[in-house]
C-alpha cells in the first residue's frame, strides 16, 4: 500500500525556517517525480515544487523561489521541503504528493497525497 | 500562468440527481500533437487530502466509480457526478498540467440539497 506521511510542521515565527519531511512507502521513490502542494485554511489547492526521480531537475512555483529548497534522499525514502525566510502567508498546510506515471514523463498528476502537516507562521 | 476557474462556488443537489461542476482555464489546454487535454479532477474531502478522480480531461482513475464523468476540450471542462451519493460530498477541484506552474481551480463545494 503507497503511503506518505509528512512531518516536520508546526509554529515558526515571521522569518524563521522548518523542514518539512515526507516518508514514502509501499512504492519505489526513485522511480516519481515527488511534489509539495499546499493548502491555507479554508482556501484552496497551490503548488508549491517538484523533484525530478535522481533530483537533477527542481521546479518552484514563483512566491517560494528563494527561500524554499525541494530535495530527496531516495535511500531514505524521503522527500523533504527547506523553508527560509518564511512569511505568514505561507501559512498553509503541506502536502506531499506523488506524481502519476506516464509513460510519456512527468505531467504534474498527482495520484497519491500524504496526510498533510500544518504550517503556521506568526508571531 | 494559466489561471483555472471554476463555477459555481458551491451547489446543493439532491440524492441521485444530477451534479455538474464547471471549470474554465484561462488559455488553452489542449495540446495539439496529441489532442489530449492537459486537465484533471480532484475530490477533496473534509480532514482529507484530495483524492485523484479523472486526468486527460475524461479518463477516470482506476477504483474511481463510474457516476463520475468528465468532458470538455480547449479552455472549458465539466465533471458531472450522474447520481448524486452521500459519501460525494466533498469539494471539487480542477487542475491543469499544460504549464508550469501547475494551477488549481478555486474549487467547488458539493452539497446534499
Known amino acids: 500500500e503507497v503511503q506518505l506521511v509528512e512531518s516536520g510542521g508546526g509554529l515558526v515565527q515571521p522569518g524563521g525556517s522548518l523542514r518539512l519531511a515526507c516518508a514514502a512507502s509501499?512504492?519505489?521513490?526513485?522511480?516519481?517525480?515527488m511534489n509539495w502542494v499546499r493548502q491555507a485554511p479554508g482556501k484552496g489547492l497551490e503548488w508549491v515544487a517538484n523533484?525530478?526521480?535522481?533530483?537533477?531537475?527542481?521546479y518552484y512555483v514563483d512566491s517560494v523561489m528563494g527561500r524554499f529548497t525541494i530535495s530527496r534522499d531516495n535511500a531514505k525514502n524521503s522527500l523533504y521541503l527547506q523553508m527560509n525566510s518564511l512569511r505568514a502567508e505561507d501559512t498553509a498546510v503541506y502536502y506531499c504528493?506523488?506524481?502519476?506515471?506516464?509513460?510519456?514523463?512527468?505531467?504534474?498528476?498527482?495520484?497519491?497525497w500524504g496526510q498533510g502537516t500544518l504550517v503556521t507562521v506568526s508571531s | 500562468d494559466i489561471v483555472m476557474t471554476q463555477s459555481p462556488d458551491s451547489l446543493a443537489v439532491s440524492l441521485g440527481e444530477r451534479a455538474t461542476v464547471n471549470c474554465k482555464s484561462s488559455?488553452?489546454?489542449?495540446?495539439?500533437?496529441?489532442?489530449?487535454?492537459?486537465l484533471a479532477w480532484y475530490q477533496q474531502k473534509p480532514g482529507q487530502p484530495p483524492k485523484l478522480l479523472i486526468y486527460?480531461?475524461?479518463t477516470r482513475e482506476s477504483g474511481v466509480p463510474d457516476r463520475f464523468s468528465g468532458s470538455g476540450s480547449g479552455t472549458d471542462f465539466t465533471l458531472t457526478i450522474s447520481s448524486l451519493q452521500a459519501e460525494d460530498v466533498a469539494v471539487y477541484y480542477c487542475?491543469?498540467?499544460?504549464?508550469?506552474?501547475?494551477?488549481f481551480g478555486g474549487g467547488t463545494k458539493v452539497e446534499i440539497k
Open positions: 504528493a506523488r506524481e502519476r506515471y506516464f509513460i510519456s514523463g512527468n505531467l504534474g498528476v498527482f495520484d497519491y
Open positions: 488559455q488553452t489546454v489542449l495540446y495539439n500533437s496529441n489532442n489530449k487535454n492537459y
Open positions: 487542475q491543469q498540467y499544460y504549464s508550469s506552474p501547475l494551477t
Open positions: 509501499g512504492f519505489t521513490l526513485s522511480s516519481y517525480w
Open positions: 486527460w480531461a475524461s
Open positions: 523533484i525530478k526521480q535522481d533530483g537533477s531537475e527542481k
